[in-house]
Nanobody, 126 residues
Framework: QVQLVESGGGLVQAGGSLTLSCAAS????????MAWFRQAPGKERDIVAA????????HYADSVKGRFTISRDTAKNTVYLQMSSLKPEDTAVYFC???????????????????WGQGTQVTVSS
Protein backbone atom coordinates (compact mmCIF):
# COMPACT_ATOMS: atom_id res chain seq x y z
CA GLN A 1 0.00 0.00 0.00
CA VAL A 2 1.00 3.62 -0.37
CA GLN A 3 1.78 6.06 2.43
CA LEU A 4 1.16 9.79 1.94
CA VAL A 5 2.69 12.76 3.73
CA GLU A 6 1.53 16.32 3.02
CA SER A 7 3.55 19.47 3.54
CA GLY A 8 3.45 23.11 2.57
CA GLY A 9 0.44 24.33 4.50
CA GLY A 10 0.47 27.56 6.47
CA LEU A 11 -0.94 31.03 6.90
CA VAL A 12 -1.27 33.27 3.87
CA GLN A 13 -3.07 36.52 3.12
CA ALA A 14 -6.01 36.63 0.75
CA GLY A 15 -4.81 36.90 -2.82
CA GLY A 16 -1.63 35.05 -2.02
CA SER A 17 -0.27 31.73 -3.20
CA LEU A 18 0.75 28.47 -1.62
CA THR A 19 1.93 25.11 -2.95
CA LEU A 20 1.14 21.89 -1.16
CA SER A 21 3.23 18.77 -1.66
CA CYS A 22 2.32 15.14 -1.11
CA ALA A 23 5.21 12.72 -0.89
CA ALA A 24 4.24 9.11 -1.52
CA SER A 25 6.11 6.04 -0.40
CA UNK A 26 5.57 2.30 -0.58
CA UNK A 27 4.14 2.33 -4.10
CA UNK A 28 4.55 4.56 -7.13
CA UNK A 29 1.91 7.19 -7.74
CA UNK A 30 1.39 6.08 -11.33
CA UNK A 31 -0.52 3.12 -9.91
CA UNK A 32 -3.11 5.43 -8.38
CA UNK A 33 -5.54 8.19 -9.08
CA MET A 34 -4.42 11.01 -6.78
CA ALA A 35 -6.47 13.84 -5.36
CA TRP A 36 -6.68 16.61 -2.80
CA PHE A 37 -9.67 16.91 -0.51
CA ARG A 38 -10.27 19.62 2.05
CA GLN A 39 -12.34 19.97 5.17
CA ALA A 40 -13.30 23.27 6.73
CA PRO A 41 -14.52 23.43 10.35
CA GLY A 42 -18.02 22.08 10.64
CA LYS A 43 -18.16 21.00 7.02
CA GLU A 44 -17.76 17.78 5.08
CA ARG A 45 -14.63 16.75 3.24
CA ASP A 46 -14.91 17.86 -0.37
CA ILE A 47 -12.77 17.14 -3.37
CA VAL A 48 -10.59 20.00 -4.56
CA ALA A 49 -8.67 18.49 -7.46
CA ALA A 50 -7.73 15.10 -8.85
CA UNK A 51 -5.30 13.65 -11.36
CA UNK A 52 -5.55 10.28 -13.03
CA UNK A 53 -3.04 7.46 -12.70
CA UNK A 54 -1.76 8.31 -16.19
CA UNK A 55 -1.56 12.02 -15.52
CA UNK A 56 -3.66 12.66 -18.60
CA UNK A 57 -6.91 13.57 -16.91
CA UNK A 58 -7.62 16.09 -14.20
CA HIS A 59 -10.66 17.32 -12.32
CA TYR A 60 -11.24 20.51 -10.37
CA ALA A 61 -14.02 21.63 -8.09
CA ASP A 62 -15.86 24.61 -9.56
CA SER A 63 -14.79 26.75 -6.62
CA VAL A 64 -11.08 26.40 -7.47
CA LYS A 65 -11.08 26.26 -11.27
CA GLY A 66 -8.62 28.75 -12.70
CA ARG A 67 -6.93 29.25 -9.32
CA PHE A 68 -5.58 25.81 -8.35
CA THR A 69 -3.46 23.38 -10.36
CA ILE A 70 -2.80 19.74 -9.54
CA SER A 71 0.34 18.15 -10.91
CA ARG A 72 2.68 15.29 -10.24
CA ASP A 73 6.34 14.39 -10.55
CA THR A 74 6.67 10.64 -10.97
CA ALA A 75 10.44 10.81 -10.58
CA LYS A 76 9.95 12.29 -7.10
CA ASN A 77 6.80 10.25 -6.45
CA THR A 78 5.14 13.48 -5.38
CA VAL A 79 1.86 15.23 -6.12
CA TYR A 80 1.45 18.99 -5.88
CA LEU A 81 -1.39 21.45 -5.46
CA GLN A 82 -0.51 24.95 -6.58
CA MET A 83 -2.96 27.42 -5.11
CA SER A 84 -3.19 31.05 -6.15
CA SER A 85 -5.61 33.93 -5.62
CA LEU A 86 -6.42 32.36 -2.30
CA LYS A 87 -9.61 33.36 -0.52
CA PRO A 88 -10.59 33.11 3.15
CA GLU A 89 -13.09 30.41 2.16
CA ASP A 90 -10.17 28.23 1.06
CA THR A 91 -9.23 27.88 4.72
CA ALA A 92 -9.34 24.17 5.57
CA VAL A 93 -7.31 21.10 6.32
CA TYR A 94 -6.09 19.72 3.02
CA PHE A 95 -5.70 15.98 2.58
CA CYS A 96 -3.74 14.12 -0.08
CA UNK A 97 -5.44 10.89 -1.10
CA UNK A 98 -4.84 7.93 -3.40
CA UNK A 99 -7.26 5.53 -5.03
CA UNK A 100 -6.77 2.45 -7.14
CA UNK A 101 -5.97 3.43 -10.70
CA UNK A 102 -8.89 2.09 -12.70
CA UNK A 103 -10.46 3.92 -15.59
CA UNK A 104 -9.25 6.93 -17.54
CA UNK A 105 -10.62 9.74 -15.40
CA UNK A 106 -9.99 10.18 -11.70
CA UNK A 107 -13.06 9.59 -9.53
CA UNK A 108 -14.56 12.43 -7.53
CA UNK A 109 -16.29 10.53 -4.76
CA UNK A 110 -14.63 10.31 -1.37
CA UNK A 111 -15.29 6.58 -1.20
CA UNK A 112 -13.05 5.95 -4.20
CA UNK A 113 -9.95 6.98 -2.29
CA UNK A 114 -8.61 4.38 0.08
CA UNK A 115 -5.37 5.96 1.24
CA TRP A 116 -5.19 9.27 3.12
CA GLY A 117 -2.45 11.50 4.42
CA GLN A 118 -2.66 13.16 7.83
CA GLY A 119 -3.62 16.53 6.40
CA THR A 120 -2.06 19.98 6.38
CA GLN A 121 -3.71 23.19 7.56
CA VAL A 122 -4.16 26.08 5.16
CA THR A 123 -5.37 29.35 6.64
CA VAL A 124 -6.17 32.35 4.47
CA SER A 125 -6.55 35.64 6.30
CA SER A 126 -8.68 38.47 4.97
Amino acid sequence: QVQLVESGGGLVQAGGSLTLSCAASGRTIDMYHMAWFRQAPGKERDIVAAISWSGRSTHYADSVKGRFTISRDTAKNTVYLQMSSLKPEDTAVYFCVAGDGMGFSPPTGIGSYKYWGQGTQVTVSS
